[in-house]
T-cell receptor
Framework: GAVVSQHPSWVICKSGTSVKIECRSL??????MFWYRQFPKQSLMLMAT?????????EQGVEKDKFLINHASLTLSTLTVTSAHPEDSSFYIC???????????????FGAGTRLSVL | DAKTTQPPSMDCAEGRAANLPCNHS???????VYWYRQIHSQGPQYIIH???NNETNEMASLIITEDRKSSTLILPHATLRDTAVYYC????????????FGTGTRLQVTL
């Protein structure tokens, strides 16, 4: 299967600082990537859809000015958590959608996730 | 997208087949059934998907009922490494499609 690399895997930062998380598709081009957040013992919640060369689409309730998404190339999307606070501590996971033929089947390959702890 | 219902947890003995059910009674004609799994503290992993025909790959088999209102994911010979949360997701294709994760089934494979 396709490989998605996410970096860093674990980050600790002080309250008020910004943290950038990178998501790369290693062996395929991804026009669309997704960012999820997962709190302990809960399911994944979609935060935003990242489209190459255009603005991200955020889910309801997700602050776009706090969670900045950039998808500048077909293999890289970044999520920046700005002015992080303890309540932003969570497991952040990215994915990239694979396109098969002319129909974008909804198959996503996921990164290993980034565990963010804000002190 | 249609909603799915899965049992919260299941146990399976190692070496036995694990049969994970999913109910999706409100599925529409152009929606696919997708299965993903998430091993603890890792990103989810795509397993298999189907529209109406049964599907098989190197990981699992997917059996979809004729009325498409339910499906079963089959792991033919479960191992301890198959212990994970399994998510059944129903969704469209196309550039606007996305995955909505429910609570899934926590499968525990035991010796």
């Amino acid at each position: 299967g396709a490989v998605v690399s996410q970096h860093p895997s674990w980050v600790i930062c002080k309250s008020g600082t910004s943290v950038k998380i990178e998501c790369r598709s290693l062996d395929f081009q991804a026009t669309t990537m997704f960012w999820y957040r997962q709190f302990p013992k809960q399911s994944l919640m979609l935060m935003a859809t990242s489209n190459e060369g255009s603005k991200a689409t955020y889910e309801q309730g997700v602050e776009k000015d706090k969670f900045l998404i950039n998808h500048a190339s077909l293999t890289l999307s970044t999520l920046t958590v700005t002015s992080a606070h303890p309540e932003d501590s969570s497991f952040y996971i990215c994915s990239a959608r694979v396109v098969q033929g002319r129909v974008a089947k909804n198959i996503q390959y996921f990164g290993a996730g980034t565990r963010l702890s804000v002190l | 997208d249609a909603k799915t219902t899965q049992p919260p947890s299941m146990d399976c003995a190692e070496g036995r087949a694990a049969n994970l059910p999913c109910n999706h009674s409100t599925i529409s004609g152009n929606e696919y059934v997708y299965w993903y799994r998430q091993i603890h503290s890792q990103g989810p992993q795509y397993i298999i998907h189907g529209l109406k025909n049964n599907e098989t790959n190197e990981m699992a088999s997917l059996i979809i009922t004729e009325d498409r209102k339910s499906s079963t994911l089959i792991l033919p010979h479960a191992t301890l490494r198959d212990t994970a949360v399994y998510y059944c997701i129903v969704g469209n294709t196309g550039t606007a499609s996305k995955l909505t994760f429910g609570t899934g089934t926590r499968l525990q494979v035991t010796l």
